[in-house]
Nanobody, 124 residues
Framework: QVQLVESGGGSVQPGGSLRLSCAAS????????MGWVRQAPGKAREGVAA???????YYRDSVKGRFTISRDNAKNTVYLQMNSLKPEDTAMYYC??????????????????WGQGTQVTVSS
């Protein structure tokens, strides 16, 4: 099991930026696809971005060009840089670890770790 500790959430105005961090521990980290899943109240859970152990990245269409996911394997940490934030980005953001990136992209399947969530609020 991978343990995940998230930080970096907060409240920003539209057009602002946030950088989320997820520190992972556990022997399975290096073999996991890491990513972010979000859920707003009353909305379906949706995959945001994912990155494979070799650095291949995946994004949902609505965040392409605005969000960048990266991972520092030496620090066992994954990041999500969020620029040009929109009100519709408001949600709880969860760091996730899974054997396959398809799991994170689809926001369903087998996970090896799941963060507690960090709130991102975009409003005037």
């Amino acid at each position: 099991q991978v343990q995940l500790v998230e930080s970096g959430g907060g409240s920003v105005q539209p057009g602002g930026s946030l950088r989320l961090s997820c520190a992972a521990s556990g022997y399975s980290y290096s073999s996991n696809c890491m990513g972010w899943v979000r859920q707003a109240p009353g909305k379906a859970r949706e995959g945001v971005a994912a990155i494979s152990p070799h650095g291949f990245t995946y994004y949902r269409d609505s965040v392409k060009g605005r969000f960048t996911i990266s991972r520092d394997n030496a620090k066992n940490t994954v990041y999500l840089q969020m620029n040009s934030l929109k009100p519709e980005d408001t949600a709880m953001y969860y760091c996730a670890a899974a054997p396959r990136c398809a799991t994170v992209v689809a926001a369903e399947g087998e996970y090896n770790g799941w963060g507690q969530g960090t709130q991102v609020t975009v409003s005037s």
